[in-house]
């Protein structure tokens, strides 16, 4: 095996994105040498063990551990990290999702800066739209830059968020954040869980398919790859024919496995009203044109995901009222909407519904809007002129964008064009922060204190016109 190909680490290489990285790298492999670090677990090595014997090094470790990690980046050209806890399981394991997810980007940006020649490596990071919280209509369209806000009861937004800050203010000169959107998933033979009820029947997502998504980070490690790409921000989307309804997207899955009907299986009253996520992103676009990927549509995937449907679900959708019982059983258990109503939960039910009230109201399919929204995007105002470019953007606008946040810019000189240098601001509460221009103005992040504290999110809306515009139309 030549030693001058590149070399390339893969987290999560044993996740649903992992994976597809996997196959699309090894279909490729001619051109690179792939390292995976990975929990030494019976799953872990059931999955790569295939990919082992075509020539797979696996660093078998943790991603808490400094020492796993710093053996796995040690060598390494390109990093792709995609490994961490995600929903539903981290909703489950808090402080676990915390030390994983936050702890593994501070042992990957530190491993990075033990390397000899740091500026040699790249890191590729995976960020979530969730960090962009509910977004209804009309503010149903984002963008990178529109405001960081995080649903409440939402740890794993919340360490997503904690990471993507490490990464953009790690002073790595080769970093990309990449905010990856709902994964599609036939889930029809495993268990349901309550989360799907926590979704909002008015919202929208921009899906991708696994396949894209391994195609996108086997493309980001090509040669080809523009130098713009690197030291900014993106989000993943798989385009105009993956923007749904969520309403559709149910259509379309529980078609996929014969539900002829979804209003026969399920009821408008067990999913949540608010404090979700979801949006159809105006810019996702751009990462196709920098990095072509997209080759699948949703459609796509589920026809060819609904012949490997086991007969014995195809056999249930044709019973519409077992399968009605299943879905309620889950809302009714543990997490689901159903339980919070039924225990009383008044904060489950005001972050979910706003309240008893609203979720009373609630009627039945009859009364729910199936139009589509809007499809012309409405941009959000990100509080300073986008058409100046970086280089020449005035202390004066910056200290403009940061009161449309409701605070100021600390920091006397700045130096024109210098993005990545931490600059001192303050937010309408008083607190004092570092924080690089690529974080505030590219990424939407504000005050970290701020925006970790979900309960503040009223008060900080009256302050900032900025986070007023994703706050106020979630309130009706």
Known sequence: MSTSRKTILLTGASGNMGQATLAELFQRQDRSQ???????????RRILAPYQKQ???????????YQDVLKAVT?????????????????????LTMKVNVGAAQ?????????????????????????????????????????????????YALSKTIAERIVIESGLKNWLSLRQTGIARMAAAEPLDPITFHTTLAGVLEWITPLDSGRLLANVCEENVPDELWGNIYNIGGGEPNRLTNLELFEKMLGATGVGNYREVLDPR??????????????????????????????????????????????????????????????????????????????????????????KNIG????????????????????????????ELTRSEMNEAARFRGGSLL??????????????????????????????????????ACISNTPSYPEMARHSAFFNQVWAPDLS
Do not use: M
């Open 270 to 359: 067990w999913f949540a009203l608010k404090n979700f996520h979801g949006q159809w992103y105006s810019d996702s676009d751009r990462l196709e044109e920098l990095v072509p990927f997209r080759h699948q549509t949703l459609d796509d995937y589920l026809q060819e995901q609904s012949a490997k449907v086991p007969w014995y679900i195809r056999l249930g959708s044709a019973l519409p009222r077992l399968v009605r019982r299943k879905f309620e059983e889950v809302a009714r258990g543990p997490r689901g909407t159903l339980s919070w109503l039924a225990q009383g939960d008044v904060s489950h039910i005001k972050a979910y519904f706003g309240s008893l009230n609203l979720w």
């Open 107 to 155: 042992n990957i940006v530190r491993a990075i800066q033990s390397q000899p020649d740091p500026d040699r490596v790249k890191l590729v990071y995976i960020g979530t739209v969730a960090q962009y919280g509910n977004r209804p209509v009309p503010i149903h369209w984002g963008r990178v830059g529109d405001p960081i806000k995080l649903s409440t009861f939402d740890t």
């Open 55 to 65: 020539g797979l090094s696996v660093i078998w470790g943790d991603l808490t551990c």
């Open 34 to 44: 792939i390292r995976a670090l990975a929990l030494d677990t019976p799953n872990d």
């Open 411 to 448: 920091t006397k000189k700045i130096t024109p064009g210098d993005w990545r240098s931490p600059l001192k601001w303050r937010c309408h509460d008083g607190h004092e922060f570092a924080a690089s221009l690529n974080l505030i103005l590219k990424g939407g992040h504000w005050c970290p």
């Open 364 to 391: 039945g399919w009859e009364s729910i809007p199936t139009d589509r929204p809007p499809a012309e995007p409405l941009l959000l105002d990100h509080g300073y002129d986008e058409t100046i470019p970086p280089e």
């Open 75 to 95: 060598g390494a050209d390109i990093i792709l990290h995609v490994g961490g806890l995600v929903s539903p399981y981290a909703d489950t394991r808090p402080e």
